[in-house]
């Protein structure tokens, strides 16, 4: 890793946070609207597919950070690392009531899903143990609030290395979901048991 993106020098924020601070808010927007599929793993904009608008992830986070759901706890959130000084996005991940409606339609239960788990490509920045960091910290948040009941989390994802991170924190592979959004995807999940 670059010296300049040290861990000390990455800070985590809430996107609510960034909200009342423009500048960071708008270098955020700009690197998850310029996300492509091949290049991030993520589709930044909105595309049509078969006639139908699927929402990229930009409409995503905005979506979820307007749900009144989302919005009346302090256990969801979207949380933007970034470096400190420059302001450059390390990564981002969201920990939401519901991720398009995946957890209502296949009666998964539980308090939510993660999504939009993306470490910044280029920069050297991926295979350098910011994913597992950040994973980490997206664990620790839940876990928090499991002190008065327990909670349980589900995600899907299609890139194995993810699935491994995950397995690594505890999730079960619980097996298959489909998404319009992605197709067919593995679906975790993990019992945050009252501590
Ligand atoms: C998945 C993702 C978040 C991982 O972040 P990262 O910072 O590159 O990952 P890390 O360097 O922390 O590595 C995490 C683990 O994956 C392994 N790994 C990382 N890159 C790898 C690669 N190219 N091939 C094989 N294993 C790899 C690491 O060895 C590490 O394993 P370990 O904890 O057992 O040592 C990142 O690649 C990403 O944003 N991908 C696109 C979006 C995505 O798929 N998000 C997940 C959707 S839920």
Do not use: C
Not at 98 to 121: A, C, I, Q
Not at 132 to 145: C, G, M, P, Y
């Amino acid at each position: 890793m670059s010296n300049e993106f040290t861990p000390k020098a990455i800070r985590r924020f809430r996107f609510s946070e960034l909200k009342s601070e423009p500048t960071r808010l708008s270098i955020f927007e700009d690197w998850v609207t310029n996300m492509t599929m091949e290049k991030d793993g993520e589709y930044g904009e909105d595309r049509i597919v078969d006639g139908k608008v699927i929402p990229g992830f930009w409409s995503w986070i905005l979506e979820q950070n307007e749900d009144p759901e989302f919005l009346a706890s302090d256990l969801y959130g979207t949380f933007v690392w970034m470096h400190y000084f420059t302001g450059v996005v390390i990564a981002t991940g969201t920990i939401a009531p519901d991720d398009r409606f995946v957890k209502r339609d296949n009666n998964l239960g539980g308090d939510g899903l993660w999504g939009g788990v993306n470490v910044r490509s280029g920069h050297g920045l991926r295979g350098q143990g910011i994913g597992r960091r950040i994973v980490k910290e997206l664990d620790e948040h839940v876990a928090s609030f499991a002190q008065t009941q327990s909670r349980i989390f589900h995600l899907f994802t299609a890139n194995p290395i993810a699935e491994r991170m995950y397995v690594n924190l505890g999730y079960e592979r619980n097996g298959m979901i489909n998404t319009d959004a992605f197709g067919d995807e593995r679906l975790l999940t993990k019992i945050y048991h009252q501590s």
